[in-house]
């Protein structure tokens, strides 16, 4: 049963928080969304040739959508060429900046976003995780659940595990675990929420927070229950979405049972068939990576069988016929020997 009192004493904090935070006028509000909009329209390019001429004036918003228009449009290697650029590298010092101390007109969604984008950018980019992501993911599992989305949790937990091999997400394992059990409590009802490559980027920062390395060929894997269940759900969902997820997110999917080292029969059955079949799609690691995985289960990545036919319709010419039945020749006659000598010759001795 709602309490009015507890409801009254939540709105009066988030109507005072609000009341704290500089407004923006009817103009300035819509001169920053047609920045925004034209900014998001640029390819990644000219994105950081418009951080070159007005960066040192973008606010905080403007800094983060020109930050993930050049992390989400351009490939890795671009991105190096990018970040040699003095004012790329400043971009993303102020970007670390405010992860490190949000400014309270940022929530939580557009600190999400602003983190995945830095952790696209080369190692260097991401400066201190520790002070950044680190700082974001404590916030949010202090915060209520209501207060944050699936994908805004994704998003953050997915930054953290690119940060240092993984070493940061390590560190914070009771965030993950705090994410976990929201997102499987009542039965999953928060998994819909996931969009597909939200979905798999959780499950890949989950194997990341619990796989722990020994020496270099060497790692033990500490999973909870909570784990084990969010693995069940989403396993569910995609079997019953498979025709719309693309075939790189499920290559992703089994690479990710087969590092943590959970085997789900059923769900690779499913997916086999779509990656035989758009094989093309995939590069040549993510492939053999599928392989890898198959084989350590011993589930066979092959083209369904078809089975036996019950019937058959046989075209003429479609094999070698025999000959035609001999007529008949009548009754058969043979040739007689011919004797070479009347009498039998007699041998002298």
């Not at 890949?204 to 969010?230: P, Y």
């Not at 066979?300 to 001999?326: H, Y």
Request: glycine residues 4%.
């Amino acid at each position: 049963m709602l309490d009015p009192k507890a409801y009254f004493a939540q709105w009066q904090a988030a109507a005072q928080q609000a009341a704290t935070l500089p407004q923006l006028s009817p103009e300035e509000d819509t001169e920053q969304d047609a920045v925004l909009q034209q900014v998001s329209s640029l390819s990644a390019v000219r994105c950081a040739a418009h951080v070159k001429d007005k960066g040192q004036n973008f606010t905080s918003l403007v800094a983060i959508e020109a930050l993930c228009t050049m992390a989400t449009k351009s490939s890795f290697k671009l991105r190096e060429d990018l970040f040699r650029q003095p004012h790329v590298k400043a971009l993303c010092k102020k970007i670390q900046e405010l992860l490190s101390q949000p400014p309270p007109a940022l929530d939580l969604r557009d600190l999400s976003r602003a983190a995945e984008a830095l952790a696209k950018f080369p190692e260097e980019a991401r400066g201190n995780a520790a002070m950044s992501m680190g700082a974001i993911a404590n916030s949010m599992s202090q915060l209520n659940t209501t207060d944050w989305s699936a994908d805004t949790a994704s998003k953050l937990l997915w930054s953290m595990a690119r940060c240092g091999d993984g070493e940061e997400i390590r560190k914070n394992k009771h965030v993950v675990s705090h994410v976990v059990k929201e997102l499987v409590r009542d039965k999953g009802r928060r998994i819909q929420e996931l969009s597909y490559d939200g979905l798999v980027h959780l499950l890949w920062a989950v194997a990341k927070a619990r796989i722990q390395k020994r020496g270099v060929d060497r790692q033990t894997v500490h999973t909870q229950e909570s784990d084990n269940f969010l693995f069940q759900l989403t396993s569910r969902r995609i079997c019953d979405e498979i025709d719309r997820i693309p075939v790189t997110l499920l290559a992703d999917v089994v690479q990710i049972h087969h590092e943590i080292g959970i085997k789900n029969e059923r769900l690779f059955r499913a997916i086999c068939p779509k990656i035989v079949s758009k094989q093309k799609e995939l590069r040549e690691d993510q492939m053999a990576k599928c392989i890898k995985a198959y084989t350590r289960f011993m589930i066979p990545l092959k083209e369904q069988a078809q089975g036996f036919r019950t019937m058959a319709i046989v075209q003429k010419g479609d094999f070698l016929r025999p000959s035609d039945k001999p007529k008949p020749m009548g009754k058969k006659t043979y040739e007689k020997p011919q004797a070479l000598y009347p009498d039998t010759q007699l041998h002298a001795k």
